[in-house]
């Protein structure tokens, strides 16, 4: 038995720290000992066009009585207490930590096991009386019987009181960008995202604009690089042979977000003639951009990389060369995700 309340995506990415819950109680929420789960699902839209909780489960997050604080208390004695959930996971010297979620799509909370012995718990709700139903991204909260606890009547539109603790965020790699000429005529640089190395790693120019990009490749954030303490916000992800990558502020990022990117690579090894990189630029709280920097070593094929298929006048297939996430060639034998025609491909 327990409550599911969806919400529509964020308008933009989320790094959610903790979800908190108003509730009312006669003892305690969360009695010593005992948890609460809420799950993070998808959201499925039924024939009627109502939406509630699918099967997949993007986060599963607890709360115990360590999770639970005084709000307020009303005229008549009733407390309302603040249970915040937390996704828990070990860090590396093996103590239990909190760690943020990301919310950027449709999601449904679904908080169970508000039945168990020690859980006194009784979900606030807001209601919105003068707003259409079709207009409120609500679920239907599961009516609960336990005594002392509150039920909600689905008959005007209602929405779970959750507050979401925590901070937007975004991380971006171009792969288009627009500028324009001298006569003013707008010129798009479309597969921007791509440089080209030198077999020794030392010297990077755009792929497809040496002259309008040089060295740098740019990328996009919400935040500063790095915080008032000098912490930084972001890093790259990057095979290891890529060894060298430092980015640059420009005259407009604090208005814009938009950075520059530095990088150079080790030399490749003797026989080798060419491999392919990625780089994701990655937040702290764990955002993860959605496209790549491609860094194309030696005589490493663009269409390769790209995905772009090299299709011969007989009609040959593409080439079906694998690379690890390393950017080394491997056979068809190789175990684990590898890059093949441009496309990440788990092999089992």
Request: net charge negative; hydrophobic share 35%.
């Amino acid at each position: 038995m327990g409550i599911a309340q969806v919400f529509p995506a964020p308008i933009s990415a989320f790094v959610c720290n903790e979800i908190g819950i108003r509730t009312m109680s006669n003892t305690t929420p969360i009695a010593e000992g005992k948890t609460l789960t809420m799950e993070l699902r998808n959201v499925v839209t039924n024939e009627d066009g109502s939406k509630t909780f699918g099967d997949e489960i993007y986060e599963t997050l607890v709360s115990t009585s360590d999770d639970v604080s005084d709000a307020w208390t009303y005229s008549d004695g009733d407390k309302v207490y603040n249970v915040c959930f937390h996704k828990k996971e070990i860090d590396d010297f093996g103590i239990e930590a909190n760690v943020p979620v990301i919310l950027d799509k449709d999601f449904c909370i679904l908080i169970y096991g508000v039945s168990n012995e020690g859980i006194d718990c009784g979900f606030m709700g807001l209601t919105m009386d003068d707003i259409d139903i079709e207009d409120v991204p609500a679920g239907e909260p599961l009516i609960t019987d336990g005594e002392g606890i509150g039920s909600f009547s689905y008959r005007t539109p209602i929405s779970l009181q959750a507050d979401f603790y925590g901070y937007f965020d975004a991380v971006e790699i171009p792969t288009v960008l627009y500028g324009e000429d001298e006569e003013g005529n707008s010129i798009e640089y479309a597969d921007c995202n791509v440089v080209r190395v030198s077999a020794d790693g030392q010297t990077v120019v755009n792929e497809k604009y040496p002259e309008d990009f040089g060295e740098y490749i740019y990328f996009s954030i919400a935040r500063d690089w790095e915080d008032e303490d000098g912490n930084e916000n972001y890093y790259f992800d990057a095979p290891e042979w890529i060894d060298e990558m430092v980015p640059y502020s420009t005259s407009s990022s604090e208005e814009t977000g938009m950075y520059l990117l530095s990088l150079k690579c080790l030399p490749l090894a003797e026989g080798e003639t060419g491999r392919i990189g990625y780089i994701n630029l990655v937040a702290n709280g764990g955002l993860t951009s959605e496209k790549a920097i491609v860094v194309l070593q030696g005589d490493a094929s663009f269409d390769e990389a790209m995905g772009i298929a090299t299709v011969a006048t007989n009609g040959k297939k593409l080439s079906g060369k694998r690379y690890n996430l390393s950017g080394q060639q491997v056979n068809a034998n190789y175990k684990g995700v590898v890059i093949e025609n441009g496309v990440k491909v788990v092999k089992k």
